[in-house]
């Protein structure tokens, strides 16, 4: 199975500021054939479903804010908040899809400091 | 706009079968997508992928649940189906159904509201 790591666990940021959310894989989720990497990012806050932000590593769901960014390659990614608002406030979960078991990361926790 | 809704029973007796259906409303499921999926969650704590149905007959299950896991389709009533048997209380979670969002690409863009189910005698 691939494994995924995400780190901090939680992070507490002022209003405003930036957070940013990391994820490893424990192998490459980059399929050469189509130069993909098949990586999702989801926010889930108390009491709902996670609602995906982002998918292909990088692609931003419709709808979703721009301060909302996803990058890496690999085995490397991250989620950016460029400006944290006080609706951010979630838990936010990395999910591979290169290959069966699918596998989320742990999650990190996202707090107004 | 389409609307996935979990259902089933709460609470499910240690070594039975827990039996969930998820409800696709707002379109027909074979038009809304081929591909769906159940994931699970236990309280606090992160996301567990169950298994995933292909309308077109094949499925997949995550090797963590071994033989115990079914999921099935019903077109005619728009319904996606998960049972599962021999459960413990390692089985008690919230599950979801969700839609993939590119056929064949297994990230989910649409999530049911979730179910929750307690096993305990």
């Known amino acids: 199975d691939i494994v995924m790591t995400q780190s901090p666990d939680s992070l507490a940021v002022s209003l405003g500021e930036r957070a940013t959310i990391n994820c490893k894989s424990s192998?490459?989720?980059?399929?050469?054939?189509?130069?993909?990497?098949?990586l999702a990012w989801y926010q889930q806050k108390p009491g709902h479903p996670p609602k995906l932000l982002i998918h292909?590593?990088?692609t931003r769901e419709s709808g979703v804010p721009d301060r909302f960014s996803g990058s890496g390659s690999e085995t490397d990614f991250t989620l950016a908040i460029s400006s944290l608002q006080a609706e951010d406030v979630a838990v936010y979960y990395c999910q591979q899809y290169y290959i069966t078991p699918l596998t989320f990361g742990g999650g990190t926790k996202v707090e107004i400091k | 706009q389409v609307q996935l809704q979990e259902s089933g029973p709460g609470l499910v007796k240690p070594s039975q079968t827990l039996s969930l259906t998820c409800l696709v409303s707002?379109?027909?499921?074979?038009?809304?997508?081929?591909?769906w999926s159940w994931i699970r969650q236990p309280a606090g704590k992160g996301l567990e992928w169950v298994g995933r149905i292909d309308l077109r007959g094949s499925t997949n299950y995550n090797p963590s649940l071994k033989s115990r896991v079914t999921i099935s389709a019903d077109t005619s009533k728009n319904e996606i189906s998960l049972k599962l048997n021999s459960v413990t209380a390692a089985d008690t979670a919230v599950y979801f159904c969700?839609?993939?969002?590119?056929?064949?690409?297994?990230?989910?863009?649409?999530w049911g509201r979730g179910t929750l189910v307690a096993v305990s005698s």
């Open positions: 292909w590593a990088s």
């Open positions: 969700a839609r993939v969002g590119e056929p064949g690409y297994w990230y989910f863009d649409l």
């Open positions: 707002g379109g027909s499921i074979s038009r809304v997508s081929d591909h």
């Open positions: 192998q490459s989720l980059l399929y050469n054939s189509n130069n993909k990497n098949y």
